[in-house]
């Protein structure tokens, strides 16, 4: 599922930051998404990346957003609990650069290919939103993380929530309801 990026003041080269935003007026959602790429150069497939997705205040209606991504998993609806979180901390690595949308044969996500190169950088996040510690303290199971690609071109200013799996279709849902809906009122 697309949507568009805005370079964050305060980006550099070591730490970048975007604002994403889904939709329009009341209706757009909105959130921050900060990355820093470790481990090798940035024009290296082999690094990889840590970072977070960000609540944005005023977040807006994300209702549209968490629609799309629930289509983008292939689910109609879901079940599923929500918390609410300031911060997604992720982990994970670069699975793709100057990659471009493919028309042909799509290596990456389904979507991306090298075939002509492009701005886009494909990474595959692992996001965990309580540390193991959590749950061990309560006596509770460490439930599995949501895996999901995340696609970035600075150049056109567009981002992707690429679905690994359509299992993973609740815990998405829930997590980025989560950041974007203070639960406690809504």
Do not use: C
Not at 57 to 65: C, D, K
Not at 75 to 84: E, G, I, L, R
Not at 145 to 170: M, T
Request: hydrophobic content about 40%.
């Amino acid at each position: 599922m697309d949507f568009q990026i805005t370079p964050l003041p305060g980006s550099s080269p070591a730490l970048q930051a975007w604002l994403a935003s889904y939709g329009s007026g009341l209706d757009q959602a909105r959130f921050e998404i900060h990355l820093t790429i470790a481990g090798a150069k940035t024009d290296s497939s082999e690094a990889y990346v840590v970072g977070s997705f960000d609540r944005h205040e005023p977040t807006g209606n994300p209702t549209a957003f968490l629609s799309k991504l629930i289509a983008a998993h292939g689910s109609d609806t879901v079940a599923a609990s929500v918390h609410s979180f300031r911060s997604l901390p992720f982990t994970g690595a670069i699975v793709g650069l100057a990659l471009s949308r493919a028309t042909g044969i799509a290596e990456v996500g389904g979507q991306f290919g090298n075939h002509p190169p492009g701005g886009w950088m494909v990474t595959r996040l692992v996001i965990e939103p309580r540390p193991p510690e959590f749950y061990r303290s309560r006596g509770r199971v460490k439930p599995q993380p949501l895996q999901i690609l995340l696609a970035i071109n600075s150049q056109l200013g567009q981002g992707a929530l690429i679905p690994v799996d359509s299992v993973y279709a609740p815990l998405a849902f829930s997590l980025f309801a989560g950041l974007m809906y203070d639960v406690t009122t809504h």
